[in-house]
């Protein structure tokens, strides 16, 4: 998953601006994403914002128990998606 350091950029600027989201929250939001059935390049890119927005959590709270719950998110988030999505 690559991404411009712009687009890295204003993707942090928009995750600061809103607010802090639960891991289960975010899960929510992957699991309707795997059962909605949208096009492959779509998933694609709702995936990136979703896997950006936890990643940039995990990595926030890094070394702390708040970190765990994203840091698993990832794992089955990643899991999950190639399995639903192989390229």
Known sequence: MTVSSDQSDNEQTKAAA????????????FLDLLMSGIPPDVAHDKFE??????????????????????????????????ERYPR
């Not at 702390?64 to 899991?79: E, F, S, V």
Request: some cysteine.
């Open 18 to 29: 809103r607010p802090r989201r639960c891991a289960d929250e975010i899960e929510k939001d």
């Open 49 to 82: 914002r979703l896997w950006d927005e936890t990643n940039t959590l995990a990595a926030s709270s890094m070394m702390t128990a708040q970190g765990l719950p994203y840091i698993a998110l990832l794992k089955r988030m990643h899991t999950a998606f190639m």
